[in-house]
């Protein structure tokens, strides 16, 4: 299994923040697994609903899905993807530092799956680079608003 936590603070209160990151349409500008939402967004972001996804975390592109596992507004947000033989569980939690900040935190847990199991290692190195990357996105895109 393939792991990586990752934590930004940013100058944004958490009702922001748990808003726009629970904002489908407007996943890809900061999540750098996600290329594109492809159906289902016409629906509430909530617990057991499924979004059709272009992901983009390797080479090309791949669809798949995202599954709404657990919503605890304001709290904690569980998805499962499932795409191009990797489950993924993404679990986001959200802490307010006062009354305009927020701590963001994105733990992806990865599990290939049949002949992806041999590229474990570049996924590794993946994973931590995209979780990373996409937290910094997230803190520049709300803190530029």
């Not at 792991?3 to 958490?14: A, D, K």
């Not at 996943?27 to 609903?49: C, K, M, N, Q, Y």
């Not at 998805?79 to 006062?98: P, R, S």
């Not at 290692?121 to 709300?142: G, I």
Request: charge should be negative; glycine fraction near 6%.
């Amino acid at each position: 299994m393939v792991t990586s936590t990752e934590s930004v603070l940013i100058g944004r209160p958490l009702p922001e923040v748990f808003a726009f990151t629970v904002n489908l349409p407007v996943r890809p500008t900061w999540d750098r697994d996600i290329d594109a939402v492809l159906h289902g967004t016409e629906s509430e972001f909530g617990v057991g609903r499924e979004y059709r996804m272009r992901f983009a975390p390797f080479l090309s592109d791949t669809e798949g899905t995202l599954t709404v596992v657990e919503v605890a507004p304001g709290e904690r947000v569980v998805e499962h993807y499932d795409f191009a033989g990797l489950i993924w569980l993404v679990i986001c939690t959200y802490v307010a530092e006062g009354s305009d900040a927020t701590r963001f935190t994105r733990s992806v847990e990865v599990e290939p799956a049949g002949m992806v199991k041999l590229a474990t290692p570049f996924l590794s190195q993946r994973v931590n680079r995209n979780n990373r990357q996409s937290l910094l996105a997230l803190k520049h895109v709300l803190e530029s608003a």
